[in-house]
C-alpha cells in the first residue's frame, strides 16, 4: 500500500512538471516572460549605478535610450520625450551587456525610458529628488518600463522592417500610444476576451527602486574620500554646518563636526563663478616697499584744508604715506575679511579687488575745528604666477595653500593699471565762512598708482583653507555636478580629530577613553546598536515631504537621522523612512 502510494504521489508529481512546462501553459509562459523583465530590470539598474565607470564626466542614475533599429544597441543620436520623438523602442542588450532578453513567445523586449532619466541628452542635474515621468496603473515617480510584448495579436503585424519597428504591433491599449501613461491591463477588455486583445507583460523600475541603488554608489564614493583624506593627514576634513542647500556654500568651517560635505575647486578658472562652483577664500598680505617707476595720477581737494596736495611721492613710498604720522605704514595693514581669489593653475591666483581702510583718525587743519579723517587703500591685484605651495593640514596646521607673489629684477610683478587707489574723506562740522569745507562728508584727496615694468615689491597670499579638492581627484566632479552634496549629512564622533587637532592620529574609542567618557556615535542597525562609530554619512533619499529646499533637517533625513544627536539608525525602507545610512570607520 505504501508503494502504491509513493507511485500515485510520483505520477502526479510529474505530471504537474510536464504541464507547468507545457509551452502552451499559461504559468509556464507567464513565469518564462517574467524571468527575463526582471533580468533586464537588474541590468538597467546596475547600467545606472556604474555609468560613471565608463563615461567620468557623469554620475550615476543614468539609462540607456532603447534600441530604435534592431540592432541591440542604444541609439547613437540620443532620445527624446513623446510626442515630438518616443522615448520606447527595444531593450538594448547590447549596451546593457547581457544576451538578447526574449519573452516566452521569442519576442525580443521592448523598454520605455523617462525623460530625466536618459543618458542622451542628459539633463543638468540628476539625484534623488528628480522625479520621473512616468505613471503605471496610475502609481507615478516611475522612472522606466521593460515590456515582454507576446505574440502577434489579430490587429498586429509584425512581417516587414517598418512594421517591426512600430509599438503598435507590439504593445497594446495605453502601452503603445506614446504619452506617459502605462498599464498592466487594459480596462477597455472585457475578461473573457482579454488575452486575445491585450497580452503585454512588463515590469516597471520607479525612483525610489533605481536611486535606493545609486545612492549606495554615491555613499560608497563620499566613504573613499573620507576615508582617503583621514588615512593621509590623520585628521577628518571640516564639514559645512547643516543649512538649506539652496543657499549653503559648502565651505568648511573650522571645527564643525555635523553637517554637509564642503569641497572646492583648486584649478577652475573659466567657471569659477558658475553656480555650484566654490573659489577659494583667503586672506592676503600686502606689502611693498619700493614703487619709484610707478605711474602716478592725482586729484587734489585738499586746499581748503590748508593741504596742498597729496603729492606723487607720497604715492610712491606708500609706507612713509602717513600724512605727518596720522596714519600708520599701508605695508602693515591687511584686509579685515576674506576675499574670492580665482584660480587659473595650481599657482596662479587672481584676486579681486580689496580695500584696506585706516581711521577714522582725529584730524584738523588750520582754521577749522576738528573732525576726522579716514584714509582707504584699494588694491588691484593683478593675476601672477609665483611660487606656490599646498600644505597638508597635520597635528598643529590645517592645510592651506601660500603663494608668494614676490618680483625683483628681472621678474617683476605683472603691470597693472591703477593697481593701488588712495582716497581720504573728512567728516566733521559745517564753517564755510572760515574756508573750511562746505559739506560735513568730503572727498579731500585722491590718487592711483599703477604696477609698471619696473614695479618692484611683494605680495602673499597665504592662509588658504580648502576643503575637499574636486580637481585635484579628492572627490569626483560629478558629485558636485549633481547636486549630491545637497542630500548628505556627515557626522563626526565628538572625541575624533579635526584638522589642527594635536590629538590627530587616536580613534574616538580611545580620546573617550582618556576623558573617561563615551566619545564615539552609535548606529541602530535593524534595531541592534553599533557602537565604537567613528564616523557616518547618510543620502536623504527621496523627497518624502516635498518641502525641499528647506533648512529643516527633517525634510531630508528621518528618525534617529533628524534629532542632531549622536545616535543614528539603518533599516530597510519604508513609505516613512527611506534613508541611507552608512558608517564610514569604526574603531578597534
Known amino acids: 500500500m505504501l508503494a502504491f502510494m509513493l507511485l500515485i504521489l510520483v505520477a502526479a508529481a510529474y505530471a504537474l512538471l510536464v504541464r507547468l512546462n507545457d509551452p502552451g501553459n499559461r504559468f509556464a509562459r507567464s513565469y518564462s516572460s517574467m524571468a527575463a523583465l526582471q533580468q533586464a530590470k537588474a541590468a538597467l539598474i546596475g547600467y545606472a549605478v556604474s555609468y560613471p565607470d565608463t563615461h567620468p564626466n557623469a554620475g550615476p542614475g543614468f539609462l540607456p535610450c532603447p534600441d530604435r533599429n534592431n540592432d541591440g544597441a542604444t541609439d547613437g543620436g540620443g532620445c527624446a520625450l513623446a510626442p515630438n ?17 526574449l519573452d516566452y513567445s521569442g519576442e525580443a523586449l521592448w523598454y520605455a525610458l523617462a525623460d530625466n532619466y536618459r543618458n542622451n541628452p542628459q539633463r543638468a542635474q540628476l539625484n534623488s529628488d528628480v522625479r520621473g515621468n ?14 515582454a510584448p507576446g505574440p502577434a495579436l489579430a490587429a498586429q503585424s509584425r512581417g516587414s522592417t517598418v512594421e517591426r519597428l512600430d509599438v503598435a504591433n507590439y504593445l ?8 506617459l ?3 498592466t491591463q487594459s480596462a477597455a477588455v472585457q475578461d473573457a476576451e482579454y488575452r486575445e486583445k491585450f497580452n503585454d507583460q512588463l515590469v516597471s523600475i520607479s525612483r525610489q527602486e533605481l536611486m535606493q541603488a545609486v545612492e549606495k554608489r554615491v555613499l560608497g564614493e563620499l566613504a573613499r574620500a573620507l576615508e582617503d583624506y583621514q588615512s593621509e593627514h590623520a585628521a577628518w576634513p571640516w564639514l559645512s554646518p547643516f543649512a538649506d542647500p539652496s543657499r549653503s556654500m559648502f565651505r568648511g568651517r573650522p571645527g564643525v563636526r555635523r553637517g554637509h560635505l564642503a569641497y572646492h575647486y583648486s584649478g577652475d578658472a573659466a567657471d569659477a563663478g558658475a553656480s555650484g562652483r566654490n573659489r577659494f577664500s583667503t586672506h592676503v598680505a600686502v606689502s611693498w616697499h619700493d614703487l619709484s617707476a610707478a605711474a602716478v595720477s592725482v586729484e587734489n581737494k585738499g586746499e581748503r584744508f590748508g ?5 606723487a611721492d607720497c604715492l610712491n613710498d606708500i609706507d612713509d604715506c602717513d600724512e605727518g604720522g596720522i596714519f600708520p605704514e599701508m605695508s602693515a595693514l591687511s584686509p579685515s575679511e576674506k576675499i574670492d581669489c580665482t584660480w587659473s593653475g595650481r599657482d596662479t591666483a587672481d584676486c579681486e579687488s580689496f580695500s584696506l581702510r585706516v581711521g577714522p583718525v582725529a584730524y584738523q587743519s588750520g582754521t577749522c575745528p576738528p ?20 600644505n597638508m593640514p597635520s597635528a598643529s596646521a590645517v592645510r592651506t595653500r601660500d603663494v608668494s607673489l614676490t618680483a625683483a629684477a628681472p621678474d617683476y610683478l605683472p603691470m597693472q593699471a591703477a593697481a593701488i587707489k588712495i582716497s581720504d574723506h573728512y567728516v566733521g562740522p559745517v564753517y564755510a565762512s572760515s574756508g573750511c569745507s562746505a559739506e560735513p562728508y568730503s572727498l579731500i584727496n585722491r590718487g592711483s598708482t599703477a604696477f609698471d615694468a619696473d614695479t618692484e615689491g611683494t605680495i602673499a597670499i597665504d592662509n588658504i583653507h580648502y576643503d575637499l579638492d574636486v580637481d585635484n581627484d579628492e572627490l569626483p566632479a560629478w558629485f558636485i555636478d549633481n547636486g549630491w552634496q545637497a542630500l548628505l549629512y556627515i557626522a563626526y564622533a565628538d572625541a575624533e580629530a579635526l584638522p589642527g587637532d594635536t590629538r590627530a592620529g587616536q580613534d574616538c574609542a580611545a580620546l573617550g577613553k582618556d576623558k573617561g567618557e563615551d566619545a564615539c556615535l552609535t548606529v541602530q542597525v535593524n534595531g541592534m546598536p553599533k557602537v565604537n562609530v567613528r564616523a557616518v554619512a547618510i543620502n536623504a ?13 527633517s525634510d531630508y533625513f528621518e528618525g534617529d537621522n533628524s ?19 552608512r558608517i564610514i570607520a569604526t574603531a578597534p
Open 172 to 179: 497594446e491599449d495605453d502601452n503603445a500610444n506614446n504619452d
Open 307 to 311: 593741504i596742498s596736495t597729496l603729492s
Open 181 to 183: 501613461h502605462f498599464v
Open 563 to 581: 534629532n542632531l544627536d549622536s545616535t543614528f539608525e539603518k533599516k530597510r525602507a519604508r513609505p516613512d523612512y527611506n534613508d541611507q545610512t
Open 541 to 553: 533619499g527621496v523627497d518624502l515631504t516635498m518641502a525641499r529646499p528647506t533648512a529643516v533637517i
Open 371 to 390: 573732525g576726522t579723517l579716514t584714509r582707504t587703500y584699494t588694491i588691484k591685484l593683478p593675476a601672477f604666477t609665483g611660487s606656490a605651495a599646498i
Open 134 to 147: 512616468f505613471s503605471v496603473d496610475g502609481a507615478d515617480d516611475v522612472v522606466a518600463i521593460i515590456f
Open 85 to 101: 520623438a518616443t522615448t520606447i523602442g527595444r531593450l538594448p542588450y547590447k549596451t546593457l551587456e547581457i544576451g538578447e532578453a
